[in-house]
């Protein structure tokens, strides 16, 4: 695709509800990332993927947080019983590798009631 | 901890001045990168700069990095209204690319 696509856009949920959060980055771009900004922020590196290679999952904060990327492309990051403290704007951004620019989708705005 | 910090924290101009912002970051570096971001989108990168340069130029934007101080500037010229926006560096080393807290830069028309 011509950028990097995230959806939903906005998604406003209650406490303790599971939310899915999808990213589907820049076609060929091995690496891809997912952070967490809070308001007026800046980001919070969450979770990183390259290639096959395990994930660098050093930033989660948390296990009720945890992402996946299917055949290398379409990434999902599931946030589980909800908190109100994970409200924010989560980003992803693609590259062609490691130490590329970096391109970002919108974000989806998550607010917990 | 923050890898890299910028300074100041938010910054207000006269439209058609120059705007400085300054970003320090403390283990070594194999590039640093300035990205913008306008209210309610995602990251845009502006400017690469390798750790063996020293100046780089990119239309109005001018970086510099000067690795002994561990320091980076990025110089707009001529500034306008849509320059509004948070500007952030980003600094890649042996480990991930991390982001500062950014400038928040207004531009009064």
């Known amino acids: 695709g011509a950028g990097v696509s995230q959806s939903p856009s906005n998604k406003v949920t209650e406490k303790g509800k599971d939310v899915e959060l999808r990213c589907d980055p820049i076609s060929g771009h091995t690496a891809l990332y997912w952070y967490r900004q809070s308001l007026g922020q800046g980001l919070e590196f969450l979770i990183y993927f390259q290639g096959n290679s395990a994930p660098d999952k050093s930033g989660l904060p948390s296990d009720r947080f945890s992402a996946e990327r299917t055949g290398g492309s379409v990434s999902t990051l599931t946030i589980q019983r909800t908190q109100q403290e994970d409200s924010a704007v989560y980003l992803c951004a693609s590259s062609k590798d490691r130490s590329q620019p970096q391109h970002f989708g919108d974000g989806t705005r998550l607010s917990i009631l | 901890s923050q890898q890299g910090e910028e300074d100041p924290q938010a910054l207000s101009i006269q439209e058609g001045e120059n705007a400085t912002m300054n970003c320090s970051y403390k283990t070594s570096i194999n590039n640093l990168q300035w990205y913008r971001q306008n209210s309610g989108r995602g990251l845009v990168h502006l400017i690469l700069?390798?750790?063996?340069?020293r100046e780089k130029h990119s239309g109005r934007l001018r970086v510099t990095l000067d690795t002994s101080k561990k320091s980076s500037s990025l110089l707009i010229t001529a500034s306008r209204a849509a320059d509004t926006a948070s500007y952030f560096c980003a600094t890649v080393g042996n480990e991930k690319l991390t982001f500062g807290t950014g400038t928040r830069l207004t531009i009064i028309p």
């Open positions: 700069i390798r750790s063996n340069e």
